[in-house]
């Protein structure tokens, strides 16, 4: 069993931030993992995104052409990836940022509005922590012992009070609806 | 997995060349191997080593020079732009017989090229790398562990050889995390006596030079150096063998290439085409014995690689063009997908070019 997952959005979003938890997330349990990031000129104000894949098998290509799971956090990005994800998939939107609906009906949409969510409970830069824990929760793989553990992992040491904003709001995430 | 670590592809490069007891890097930032240079630049000061960012990748290449010259484990890092630019240097290391780590994570080109992720540096890797007869050892990373444990062993047969050893990675190699251990280094001893460390007024003077105008010495020269290379040819060629047990169509390829090729493999499987894939994890020396073997029971071959079609040419030499050999291939920083390598693959049983 593999997941591929991927992550997009606009620089600045904390999409390699997600990623990076989502692998850590992954590796503590045991599993074979990449992350991959878009980089360069894309970083900043563009576009970004990365690749996680996370399995029971040594990845192959650490490349997600065909996402199981997406998450998107800005238009150009559904509309650039809706198509790629495989049938019976998921695709996590943030609903603040992103007006239109999922066009496919052949995957799970899950509508968060995580850039509103964030603002009115003080963690402002957060949505994409948000949008991770909603996607962790429907995914079922929100177990808050290895959600705490991957995220000290990679909360920076010099701002040890971000671990809690960080699971503020990856707590939202997970109680929304 | 308790001792692995989260690393990128540059980082694990950088640590790995650390515990390998290199004390000394000299670079210049070029996307997309920068973190290679950020990691050193944090690292040294802590271990008492020597980071420097040079004026120019020139000035880089030629303090590499300087360093080994002394005996000491030296590196440097840049991309395919970078790369040309201390050709010149790379040379020099050849014609002075000097040990050196140099790292390039390509990039699409020629020219200034673009930034995403290319294998277009092989002609120059495996065949040279400037002017004057001279080989680099040249390795091929298809993982994160791989970039550390081939830092090592590149280290370890610079030293032993007394020559260049490249690693020849690409942008995603460099970007991507994976779970990574740090090796732990045995601590080995290769003969330095040629180094210039002062000679306490108890000893001859070494002399480190790449400059010879007779041609009789020039020529003893080479011819030795030459000798030293056919060594490594029997000696040190590394591959990886997936799936060739029964394998009827052969792939080649190399780091990120070869980790698609995997992908494809396993789905070429399940429509019952049985291929498999020789992976050279060196480059040079390539691992001819490995291709000329599976000429004998494979009828068809096919190269993926991120470039025009390079390493193709060394296939068709270590087959002695017995077989057709198929070029699968995406270039100016576009990576193939399982899928197109797959229809690559269905393309060969169909035998196109047989």
Known sequence: MTTRFLIAGFGGQGILFAGKFLVNKGMMEGKQVTWLPSYGPEMRGGTANCSVVIGDEPVSSPIVDHPDVLMVMNLPSLDKYEDAVNPGGWIFVDSTLIERKVRRQDVHAVYVPATRMAGENGVTTLANMILSGAMLARLGQYEPENVEAALKKVVSVKHPEMYDFNRKALEMGRNFE | ????????????????????????????????????????????????????????????????????????????????????????????????????????????????????????????????????????????????????????????????????????????????????????????????????????????????????????????????????????????????????????YCLVAFGIAARVTKAAIDEARKKGIRAGMIRPITLWPFPEKALAAAAEKCVSFATVELNMGQMIDDVRLAISCKRPVKLIHRAGGIIPSPEEVLRGIENMEGGAEK
């Not at chain 2, 040279?128 to 390795?139: A, E, P, Q, S, Y």
């Not at chain 2, 251990?181 to 480190?208: C, L, Q, Y």
């Not at chain 2, 105008?213 to 003893?220: F, G, K, Y």
């Open chain 2, 1 to 248: 997995m308790a001792d692995k670590v989260l690393m990128k592809g540059n980082e694990a490069i950088a640590e790995a060349a650390i515990m390998a007891g290199c004390r000394h890097y000299f670079g210049y930032p070029i996307t997309p191997q920068t973190e290679v240079a950020a990691y050193m630049a944090k690292r040294m000061p802590k271990i008492g080593g020597v980071f420097l960012q040079a004026e120019s990748e020139i000035a880089a290449i030629n303090m590499v020079y300087g360093v080994s010259s002394t005996g000491h484990r030296v590196m440097t890092s840049s991309s395919s732009p970078g790369i040309s630019l201390k050709s010149e240097g790379l040379s020099y290391l050849a014609g002075a017989d000097l040990p050196a780590l140099v790292v390039n994570v390509q990039r699409g080109g020629p020219g200034l090229g673009g930034i995403q992720p290319s294998q277009s540096d092989y002609f120059q890797a495996t065949k040279g790398g400037g002017h004057g007869d001279f080989r680099m050892i040249v390795l091929a990373p298809a993982s994160v562990q791989e970039m550390a444990d081939l830092t090592v062993k590149g280290f370890d047969l610079a030293d032993e050889y007394r020559m260049t050893a490249m690693i020849l990675a690409d942008g995603t190699m460099g970007q991507m995390m994976e779970p990574v251990e740090i090796p732990k280094i045995e601590k080995k001893e290769f003969d330095k006596s040629w180094a210039v460390t002062g000679t306490g007024m108890g000893r001859k003077h070494n002399i480190v030079n790449s400059l010879s105008l007779a041609p009789a010495e020039l020529e003893r020269q080479n011819f030795e150096r030459f000798q030293r290379y056919g060594r490594i040819q029997e000696k040190e060629a590394m591959w990886e063998e997936y799936r060739m047990e029964d394998a009827e």
